[in-house]
């Protein structure tokens, strides 16, 4: 059993979402209206082209919510409105919170 100071490596290439699934993938009416809003909530900055590192904070109601899930939707938007490739991304840190119904959120913040 590994403590909480250890770390583990294993020797195996990661798969990326594109290798995970097969055939095509169509956005729901769902996601294009959430993209839609999105992109009008974010704030105009400008992002260098450098190596980029992003903090993702969900404030979720329902405990059950996978901390993984809103990441890659929100990473596709963020170069959508930003215009940089998610390549350029070398660090994540996301967190999860619990609210109460109605109080969800994302907090964002890019270095």
Do not use: C, H
């Not at 980029?52 to 405990?63: H, L, R, T, V």
């Not at 059950?64 to 390549?87: E, G």
């Amino acid at each position: 059993m590994l403590n909480i100071l250890e770390y583990m490596i294993i020797k195996i290439k990661p798969l990326s979402v594109n290798e995970v699934w097969q055939g095509k993938r169509f956005k729901t009416t769902a996601y294009k209206n959430y993209e839609r809003s999105m992109l009008l909530l974010l704030p105009n900055i400008i992002i260098p082209k450098a190596k980029i590192k992003i903090y993702f904070e969900f404030g979720f109601s329902n405990p059950q919510s996978d901390i993984d899930n809103p990441v890659k939707p929100i990473l596709d938007i963020l170069q959508k409105k930003y215009k940089f490739n998610d390549s350029q991304v070398y660090e994540m840190n996301v967190k999860k919170e619990i609210v109460k119904k109605g109080s969800e959120y994302i907090k964002i913040e890019i270095e």
